[in-house]
Nanobody, 115 residues
Framework: QVQLVESGGGKVQAGGSLRLSCTAS????????MGWYRQGPGKQRDLVARISSDGSTNYADSVKGRFTISRDNANNTVYLQMNSLKPEDTDVYYCKALRGWAAYWGQGTQVTVSS
């Protein structure tokens, strides 16, 4: 079982920055991949950024060049640095961990970007 605790959401004006954190209850080396997803009301949950155990990353086209995902193995934490935020980035952001065949989700954190 993996528990994920997210933090760092909030309200920011367009052009601003936020950093989301996701801390896992297990060592990151035991997790195959971690990612950030976002979901708006009535919409599906979409991938924002993903980082694998080997450090490789991939991003949604809409956030490339603005968001950066990184991992701190010593603190079992994955970060999502979000710069140049736009109103369309407003959503609930969820952290996800893949460990073997199991997927685990955090509780979500709200990000609101005002114009």
């Amino acid at each position: 079982q993996v528990q994920l605790v997210e933090s760092g959401g909030g309200k920011v004006q367009a052009g601003g920055s936020l950093r989301l954190s996701c801390t896992a209850s297990v060592r990151l080396f035991s997790i195959n991949a971690m990612g950030w997803y976002r979901q708006g009301p009535g919409k599906q949950r979409d991938l924002v950024a993903r980082i694998s155990s080997d450090g490789s990353t991939n991003y949604a086209d809409s956030v490339k060049g603005r968001f950066t995902i990184s991992r701190d193995n010593a603190n079992n934490t994955v970060y999502l640095q979000m710069n140049s935020l736009k109103p369309e980035d407003t959503d609930v952001y969820y952290c996800k961990a893949l460990r073997g065949w199991a997927a685990y989700w955090g509780q979500g954190t709200q990000v609101t970007v005002s114009s």
